[in-house]
């Protein structure tokens, strides 16, 4: 009943402001038209054509307060890990369709299960936390051992629930999911070391995706492609699907440095069968045959380049915030930047306001938008129309 329901409602949504009096012509591909905004927008904008906002570290929770002042005593530097997030599925609700999951490899299982922070500031952790965390697959958090609180502890759980929310809003504008590999030592010592990532650790990654989402539901670097020679040569000439075909779906892309994407590509030419797009955002990058995402975080130094890159039909990923400076002394020149430059997400640790600091620092689209035409694609053209409102 819900899904039917839903589904009404985009159809009234999606037929503009007239109604069935909206006609869509030939003579409708360069600008909306008054009372065709939504019926526009479905046939002529592509997925590369929207901004939306996104969160850092999505299922990131607040260290409890006798480890985290334990860790801030030994490194003042853990004031930039003292934020965390709602639920996935509130974020959601919120209106969040970039969404960021840090996956760190346990095939065996438990690897994770039995955090050390929490011995040395003497309390509990959640009591099916090493149960959950002793099945075999990826797990999600932020630093093991000490910043380790997840609201999904396990990567098919955050799938899972998301893919629950999307069936559940069948309209909703694309979600890109940003993902980063963790690797490295823990920082205290005793603690879980983890473990290397190498092809088979990427198989297994793209299997948990499949595992959860069905054919169809993701949108993939072949779907892109397409037709075209490479990814980048698709991208370039905007084969990004048409936010119609987008609508109700994911994609996924990995947030690596050369290392790790190499790996992942292993001998493909572009992203052949992979799940995932890889971030080509390295200046010696952009031209590689696979790329078609790109994460550039420096909103207000990378600016400009950001907005060339947009404007070449590449999908970007950059930041309001970081380390949770902005948001202390409300300071905007980077969140003001990032809308500006075009980046299709513009990811924040604080789509609210954080009490603590004092003062209203967010990140929000205008008039409560959810998801809206690009500034930088789509200059003119979309009537005043949004792509979710």
């Not at 969160?55 to 030994?74: D, E, V």
């Not at 990427?202 to 989402?213: L, T």
């Not at 690596?256 to 080509?280: C, P, T, W």
Request: proline share 5%; net charge negative.
């Amino acid at each position: 009943m819900k899904l039917a329901l839903a589904a009404a409602l985009l159809a009234m949504t999606t037929a503009g402001t007239a109604g069935a009096a909206c006609r869509l012509g030939a003579a409708d591909v360069d600008h909306a038209g008054k009372g065709c905004g939504h019926a526009w927008i479905d046939a002529n904008l592509r997925l590369n054509d929207v901004q939306t906002v996104g969160t850092h570290n999505s299922y990131k929770q607040f260290i409890t307060p006798k480890l985290y002042a334990l860790i801030l005593k030994a490194n003042a530097r853990a004031i930039e890990i003292d934020y965390g997030h709602p639920s996935l599925t509130d974020e959601l609700n919120d209106g969040v369709r970039g969404l960021e999951i840090d996956v760190a490899y346990d095939p065996k299982g438990g690897l994770y299960a039995h955090p050390l922070g929490p011995r040395l500031s003497g309390e509990p952790v959640a009591a099916d936390y090493a149960a959950r965390m002793s099945r075999p697959g990826y797990k999600v958090l932020h630093i093991q051992d000490i910043d380790f609180r997840s609201s999904c502890l396990t990567f098919v759980e955050c799938l899972t629930e998301i893919r629950v929310w999307s069936k559940a809003h069948p309209g909703h504008a694309p979600i890109s999911i940003t993902m980063n590999a963790k690797d490295g030592k823990s920082p205290l010592p005793g603690g879980a070391n983890s473990i290397d990532y190498d092809e088979a650790a990427f198989d297994a990654w793209d299997d948990e995706i499949r595992s959860v989402f069905k054919p169809g539901e993701v949108i993939t670097p072949d779907q892109v492609q397409g037709r075209y020679p490479t990814l980048r040569e698709a991208v370039l000439a905007n084969n990004w699907p048409r936010l119609k075909d987008a609508r109700g779906k994911v994609f996924f892309a990995l947030d690596e440095g050369h290392d790790k994407i190499a790996i992942y590509r292993g001998q493909r030419r572009s992203l052949e069968g992979r799940m995932m797009f890889v971030n080509a955002g390295d200046a010696s990058e952009a031209d590689k045959p696979w790329a078609a995402y790109m994460t550039l975080n420096e909103a207000v130094t990378d600016e400009a380049h950001i907005r060339d890159r947009v404007r070449q039909g590449f999908f970007v990923r950059t930041r309001a915030d970081s380390d949770t400076r902005e948001a202390r002394i409300n300071d905007t020149r980077s969140r003001a930047a990032a809308f500006a430059s075009g980046a299709q997400v513009v990811s924040t640790d604080y789509r609210h306001p954080d009490p603590r600091f004092g003062n209203d620092y967010q990140v929000r689209l205008p008039d409560g938008g959810i998801t809206v035409c690009n500034p930088v694609r789509t200059l003119g053209r979309c009537d005043g129309a949004t792509v979710e409102p």
